[in-house]
Each structure stands twice: as structure tokens, then as C-alpha cells.
Nanobody, 117 residues
Framework: QVQVVESGGGWVQPGGSLRLSCAIS?????????MAWYRQAPGKSRELVGSITSDGITNYADSVKGRFTISRENTENMVHLQMDSLKPEDTAVYYC??????????WGEGTQVTVAS
């Protein structure tokens, strides 16, 4: 059973930074999967924030491009999301999972990010 645990969220003022982490346990083939970060704001559907391929190629939503950076540690089965220059509209619950949602892991609980003065 694959388990996904996100961490690192919290409250931050606009312009601040946070680093989220995602630990994947129970997956033998993590290093071969393209992974992604998603977020869901109150009253909105879940959206793709960005992704990283097995060999480290990243892609980002236009709304976070230039501010967010995804990285991965294949030996540790971890994915990270460095978020800089945060805006109030970045407030959401953040999740990680496979980029291919047809073969997704069970969703974790996510980690809450709140950007407010």
C-alpha cells in the first residue's frame, strides 16, 4: 500500500516563502514516475501546480511560473515544492501525486498553505 504524506505548510505573509515536502512510502518504482504537486483552494476544484519527470524535467502552471520550484530525491522517495514570492491567491491545500492521475496513488491529507497579512 503506497502512502503519501505532505508536510511543510503553514501561514506566511505575502512575499514570503515556504518549502513543502512529500514522502512516498511503499512504492518500489517511485523513481520512474513523473510526479506533480496539486492544490485546492476553498470552493474551487483541484488544480495542477507543476510536475517533474523521472529525470528532473519540470513544468509549471502559468500562475506559479518563476516563483515555485519542484525537485525530487529519488533515493529518498521524496518530492519538494519551494514556493517563493507567495501571494494570497496561493492559499490552498497542497497535495502531491503522480502526474498521471489514471494511475494515481491514494491521495494524502495534503498540507494547508495560508498566505495572508
Amino acid at each position: 500500500q503506497v502512502q503519501v504524506v505532505e508536510s511543510g505548510g503553514g501561514w506566511v505573509q505575502p512575499g514570503g516563502s515556504l518549502r513543502l515536502s512529500c514522502a512516498i512510502s511503499g512504492s518500489r518504482f517511485f523513481s520512474t514516475y513523473a510526479m506533480a504537486w496539486y492544490r485546492q483552494a476553498p470552493g474551487k476544484s483541484r488544480e495542477l501546480v507543476g510536475s517533474i519527470t523521472s529525470d528532473g524535467i519540470t513544468n509549471y502552471a502559468d500562475s506559479v511560473k518563476g516563483r515555485f520550484t519542484i525537485s525530487r530525491e529519488n533515493t529518498e522517495n521524496m518530492v519538494h515544492l519551494q514556493m517563493d514570492s507567495l501571494k494570497p491567491e496561493d492559499t490552498a491545500v497542497y497535495y502531491c501525486n503522480r502526474l498521471n492521475l489514471r494511475s494515481s496513488f491514494a491521495w494524502g491529507e495534503g498540507t494547508q498553505v495560508t498566505v495572508a497579512s
